[in-house]
C-alpha cells in the first residue's frame, strides 16, 4: 500500500501561484510513477501531469503546459506540482496518484490516490 497526502490548496486570484504537495508514506516511493489529476464539479477527473519514478521525464496536458511544473524529491517522498499564471478554469480539486511502471495518463491506471486538495481561482 502507498498512502498519498496532498496539501497546499486554496483561493487565489487569476494570475496568482499555487504550489501543491504529495507525501508518500509506506512503499519505495522510487519504483512508482506519480501523477496529478484534477476534478472541477460535474465533470470527469482529468489528466494535468505526471513525471517518471525517476524524475527524467515528466508528461503535460495541454491546458497547462507552460504554467505548471511537476517536480519530485526522492529523498523526501514527495512530488510537487508548481502553478503559475491560474486561470479560473483550473478550479477543481487536485489529486495525487501513483502507479508501477510506465507513466500513463489515465485515471484508472492508477493504483493509489490521495485525498485531494481544493484549488479555487477567483477572476
Known amino acids: 500500500q502507498v498512502q498519498l497526502v496532498e496539501s497546499g490548496g486554496g483561493l487565489v486570484q487569476a494570475g496568482g501561484s499555487l504550489k501543491l504537495s504529495c507525501a508518500a508514506s509506506?512503499?519505495?516511493?522510487?519504483?512508482?510513477?506519480m501523477g496529478w489529476f484534477r476534478q472541477a464539479p460535474g465533470k470527469e477527473r482529468e489528466f494535468v501531469v505526471a513525471?517518471?519514478?525517476?524524475?527524467?521525464?515528466?508528461y503535460y496536458a495541454d491546458s497547462v503546459k507552460g504554467r505548471f511544473t511537476i517536480s519530485r524529491d526522492n529523498a523526501k517522498n514527495t512530488v510537487y506540482l508548481q502553478m503559475n499564471s491560474l486561470k479560473p478554469e483550473d478550479t477543481a480539486v487536485y489529486y495525487c496518484?501513483?502507479?508501477?511502471?510506465?507513466?500513463?495518463?489515465?485515471?484508472?491506471?492508477?493504483?493509489?490516490w490521495g485525498q485531494g486538495t481544493q484549488v479555487t481561482v477567483s477572476s
Open positions: 509506506g512503499r519505495t516511493f522510487t519504483n512508482y510513477v
Open positions: 513525471i517518471s519514478s525517476s524524475g527524467g521525464s515528466t
Open positions: 496518484a501513483a502507479r508501477r511502471s510506465r507513466v500513463l495518463t489515465t485515471p484508472q491506471e492508477y493504483d493509489y
